[in-house]
């Protein structure tokens, strides 16, 4: 997959892509509102551990943002079997050096189309931390909505914090 908006790119990881990886994640800003699963301090065995994974997968769901040089983040899903069978949990996380000029923003939006039309999705949602207005600002700006608060939900970096979830559905997306 590759989807071209301005400079910018969400493209199929590489293995090339592991020094960049190593250096946007391994940044406690990032991490900060990420889950334990994206590990800090980043190493390289992390990279390693992460770029095989998305490399083996029989669904590929995982994608590395880039500019024209080098990955500089990324966005992915967990699609849910089971009970729980047509949702997913989509993520993502960007280099600090390149916050805040709007490219999350229009990420989300493709990659929820783009969801909704390659995979049996009903529900898309996402688990936001208490206090992380960007994430929520980008959520929000591609359609999602918040469904409810989970209460102390999750324990960062020793402290317990509140968990937003935010979704959209197949319907709000006429797809
Ligand atoms: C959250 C994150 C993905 C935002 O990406 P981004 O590309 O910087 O966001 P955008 O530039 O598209 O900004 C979208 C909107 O949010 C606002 N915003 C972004 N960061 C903000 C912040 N820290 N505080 C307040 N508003 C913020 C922007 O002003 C913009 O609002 P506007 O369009 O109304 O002007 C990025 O900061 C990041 O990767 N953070 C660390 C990892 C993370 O939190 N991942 C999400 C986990 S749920």
Request: proline share 2%; glycine share 6%; with cysteine.
């Amino acid at each position: 997959m590759e989807f071209k908006f301005g400079q910018w790119l969400i493209r199929n990881y590489s293995y090339d892509d592991k020094l960049s990886l190593i250096k946007y994640a391994n940044d406690p800003e990032v991490a900060e509102n990420l889950l334990d699963s994206f590990p800090h301090p980043y190493t390289e065995s992390d990279a390693d551990y992460w770029l095989n994974f998305v490399h083996n997968q029989d669904i590929c769901t995982n994608f590395a943002l880039a500019d024209s040089v080098e990955l500089i983040g990324a966005i992915g899903l967990v699609l849910h079997k089971g009970q729980r069978y047509g949702t997913a949990n989509i993520g993502y996380w960007l280099g600090k050096p390149f916050w805040g000029k709007g490219i999350m923003s229009q990420a989300l939006k493709y990659m929820t189309t783009f969801a909704f039309e390659k995979y049996e999705l009903r529900k898309i949602y996402a688990e936001v931390f208490e206090g992380n207005i960007g994430s929520m600002r980008v959520l929000e700006k591609a359609g999602y909505t918040l469904e409810a608060t989970f209460k102390k939900h999750f324990i960062k970096f020793e402290k317990e914090i509140d968990c937003l979830i935010y979704s959209i559905f197949r319907e709000d997306m006429k797809v």
